[in-house]
């Protein structure tokens, strides 16, 4: 997306290991498409679900989420081993 011109990297001033994103002028003509689009695809995926199921679907989406701030948060700063098998 960088090399598309749609995303400008800069390093962060708290951090120089890590890059902070930041979209172009180019990627924002194109938010209020793209969030049309989304709302478009969730309205599709939903469109049989009851009320309940979707509370339910929120609530399961909410567990993932917590699952995974839990594990960057036990796992920053620390350097991660991937072995290829």
Request: charged share 25%; glycine share 2%; net charge positive.
């Amino acid at each position: 997306m960088t090399a598309a011109g749609y995303i400008n990297r800069q390093r962060s001033s708290e951090d120089q290991r890590h890059w902070q994103l930041f979209p172009t002028e180019k990627a924002l003509l194109l938010y209020d498409q793209i969030i049309t689009e989304e709302n478009t695809s969730l309205q599709l995926c939903l469109q049989n679900f009851t009320a309940s199921e979707r509370k339910e679907l929120n609530r399961l989406f909410k567990k993932m989420c917590a699952n995974l701030e839990t594990h960057w948060q036990k796992t920053k700063g620390q350097k991660q081993r991937i072995e290829v098998q």
